[in-house]
């Protein structure tokens, strides 16, 4: 099977708002969001993916057809180092349970070697079974977890830091890492880590 994960250019952005409609109707099981009175969910921080350092934008193919989305953002960028989490995260349900989030999750992991923290809302249940599986595999069990429970967030976190070491399977791995930009200051895989623009989190 042929999974592919390629950064989104600026002439991709409709294809990604598109895709982002869908990953918003499977997320309103948990955050209950609305249609806007055209019908749509909307995304109001898709452009920022192209204007403001530090955010990046990759869209998942299988064998040539759009099949997900990966909106991956900068926490921190101090002078020690960068923390990445998973912005937000999202698998067509004609491609799940074949293994096609694990990959796409562990080429963006080997894209951006360093610090992440990957958090789920608390009612996510399918969602935290699929992450806390995919990491402890890439990282052979060396992650930490912790519960979030404060104005920005309610529900768990798996912060890790990984190096060479973890890319066990060199063959998944990409041609090419992501350059990091400055910045500013029985598992589901339908639902990411952060979704800040619907459930209150940071942006």
Do not use: C
Not at 101 to 111: C, E, K, L, N, P
Not at 132 to 158: H, M
Not at 177 to 198: K, N
Request: neutral net charge; proline residues 5%; hydrophobic residues 35%.
């Amino acid at each position: 099977m042929n999974i592919e994960v390629q950064q989104a250019s600026l002439e991709d952005k409709t294809i990604l708002r598109n895709l982002m409609e869908l990953y918003a109707y499977d997320f309103s099981e948990f955050d209950h969001g609305d249609v806007d009175a055209h019908g749509l969910f909307g995304y109001s921080r898709l452009d920022h993916y192209w204007t403001e350092p530090g955010r990046y934008p990759f869209i998942v193919r299988v064998e040539s057809k759009l099949a997900g989305l990966v909106l991956v953002r900068t926490l921190d960028d101090s002078n020690t180092s960068i923390t990445r989490s998973i912005a937000e995260f999202f698998i067509l349900k004609k491609y799940r349970h074949q293994g096609i989030g694990r990959v796409a999750v562990q080429r963006i992991f080997d894209m951006f070697p360093g610090q992440w923290s990957v958090a789920q809302v608390e009612n996510n249940h399918p969602a935290q079974a699929f992450w806390r599986k995919v990491i402890s595999e890439y990282t052979q069990g060396d992650f930490q977890e912790i519960w979030l429970n404060n104005e920005e967030w309610k529900g768990p976190s798996r912060n890790l830091a990984q190096g060479q070491t973890y890319f066990k399977n060199q063959k998944t791995a990409p041609n090419r890492r992501i350059q990091p930009t400055p910045t500013r200051a029985p598992f589901d895989e339908r639902y990411l880590a952060w979704s800040s623009s619907q459930l209150g989190g940071i942006p």
